[in-house]
């Protein structure tokens, strides 16, 4: 074959199923119901089920969200104990615990299904054993157990998943060797392959060879679908030898297809093209044809484009969309609200942004910090510190709980206005903050409250700071150097600093060298 493969992209073969509802479920089932309950380590559903039930419950739910102890134990003496257990429960338990992360412990479960005679494997089970092989151990062993599955329909359903564990690594060449031996297992018939190929493709700025892609795909007989020609006019855009006509013509392609049918994804595609090309009247016109394409049971597409209205200033389309949205059918989410929050503030909006977020606030069921950080960093950008500093104790007092990005809005703010008392009380919060996560402050904040200290000559502090943020990895010759000039003023020696510098392995620059000098002079 003259074209490798490789492709990008989703990271579960297949969707978990849900749980039914308890009131789907007849009396016979509920104990049942209630196992599945205790392996996803959920709250007790169901407490009118028999005692064994309930007390089988708490020991499992905390061994699993602990993460430490295997849920085969629990499992066996389940059974052991006489009560049924279905194949498709172990399964949907599985899934759960993949969504959970813990992968190790779903894949304990999958091999007890495998190792039971009352059970037979389907390929979707064996596609997921391959995910979490991927997940536990690494690409050579799901190599040796792809290679070694028994059957080809089994290969059919994992083939992808070992092709996606190629992509996460991005390890082009066995992508597209991995995709060659597809082709001789006679396993790529459809667009999925050549879909996640493209998505590579497009990752790693290889737009000229997606065009490839469609001619191995017609030449294969294999029919494209919306997110094949989506991909397509994509690579053309984004291609400087293309250009909007090339994406024109694709997308007539995809008009005169009768397997396709063009929806909103398609037209945004379009629209996104005009955009880049400076055509702002042309993507306009689409993304109204676009709108026309929205479902009315998903808002997904409707935050899809108010996000290209935004990037194209056009503010009546974002709000005539979001008014628009109200009408699906379910609770906004806070990441919708989040979305039409970022479009106001990137378009200047603030008083309707504000408006907004108060709907939410009015609204929501969780007060999630991070809407009211798009308005908070709204505040800050603009020097409105003192709304800035209210809105943060009005969230507070609405039982909001800061982040580090809260933290780091409000310090950036401070710094940016010259509030640097205010700055540093804040950056001792988030160092104490930073114990727990893995955030940390841009160097620019670190680096700008230190100068700060150097030249209020508060050198106790000084030490102090520096010493901490040593503490999480955040060291730098510059903060050194502002340590060792403060040091230098204040006729301090500066030997415990040049030690700390030996253990990071710090390098001098000339400055350094000059002001080790100085000490010496």
Request: with cysteine; proline share 3%; aromatic share 10%.
């Amino acid at each position: 074959m003259a074209n490798r493969f490789i492709s990008a992209g989703i990271r579960r073969y297949a969707q978990p199923r849900l749980l039914s509802p308890l009131s789907d479920y007849q009396p016979n089932q509920l104990s049942k119901f209630c196992f599945i309950s205790f392996v996803f380590g959920a709250r007790t559903l169901c407490s009118s089920v028999d005692s064994r039930a309930s007390a089988f419950h708490v020991p499992l739910a905390r061994k699993l969200k602990s993460r430490k102890q295997s849920p085969l134990p629990a499992l066996k003496n389940w059974v052991d104990e006489g009560n049924d257990v279905s194949h498709s429960e172990l399964r949907r338990i599985a899934r759960t615990l993949v969504k959970s992360k813990c992968y190790h412990h779903a894949l304990e479960v999958v091999k007890w299904i495998e190792n039971q005679k009352n059970f037979h494997m389907i390929p979707a089970d064996y596609a997921m054993k391959l995910e979490l092989i991927i997940e536990n151990y690494d690409l050579m062993e799901a190599e040796e157990y792809f290679m070694n599955l028994p059957d080809s329909a089994a290969k059919k359903a994992a083939c992808l998943t070992l092709l996606r564990g190629y992509i996460r690594v991005r390890d082009t060449n066995k992508a597209e060797t991995f995709m060659v031996k597809l082709y001789e297992l006679g396993l790529v018939l459809s667009p999925h392959p050549f879909n996640e190929i493209m998505k590579l493709y497009l990752a790693t700025c290889e737009y000229r060879k997606v065009p490839l892609v469609i001619q191995q795909m017609k030449r294969n007989k294999v029919p494209c679908n919306v997110l094949s020609y989506n991909l397509w006019m994509n690579a053309c855009t984004e291609e400087e030898g293309y250009g909007v006509a090339a994406v024109e013509t694709v997308f007539r392609q995809m008009q005169n297809d009768r397997n396709v049918e063009v929806g909103w994804s398609s037209l945004a595609t379009l629209a996104n093209a005009y955009k880049k090309a400076g055509q702002s009247k042309k993507a306009i016109l689409v993304l109204k044809d676009a709108e026309r394409k929205l479902s009315t049971c998903n808002r997904l597409g409707y935050f899809f484009l108010i996000t290209l209205y935004a990037s194209l200033k056009e503010k009546e389309g974002v709000l005539r969309l979001w008014e628009a949205s109200k009408a699906v059918g379910g609770r906004i989410s806070c990441a919708n609200y989040i979305c039409i929050l970022i479009c106001l503030v990137k378009l200047g909006d603030i008083v309707q942004a504000k408006r907004i977020f108060l709907e939410w606030e009015s609204n929501c069921q969780k007060y999630d910090i991070r809407v009211s950080n798009v308005l908070l960093g709204a505040y800050a950008r603009n020097g409105s510190m003192e709304e800035a500093e209210s809105l943060h104790l009005h969230t507070l007092q609405k039982g909001g709980c800061p982040n580090y990005k809260t933290l780091e809005i409000l310090m950036e703010g401070y710094v940016n206005w010259q509030k640097m008392d205010e700055a540093i009380i804040t950056m001792k919060r988030a160092l104490a903050m930073m114990k727990d996560c893995h955030w940390r402050p841009p160097h620019g904040l670190v680096l700008a409250i230190a100068e700060y200290l150097e030249k209020d000559g508060n050198l106790k502090y000084a030490n102090k700071y520096i010493t901490d943020l040593r503490n999480f990895g955040l060291f730098s010759l510059s903060l050194y150097k502002i340590l060792l000039r403060m040091h230098l003023s204040a006729n301090k020696p500066p030997f415990h600093i040049l030690k700390m510098m030996d253990e990071d392995k710090i390098e001098m620059d000339n400055e350094t060298l000059s002001i080790l000098k100085a000490f010496t002079g």
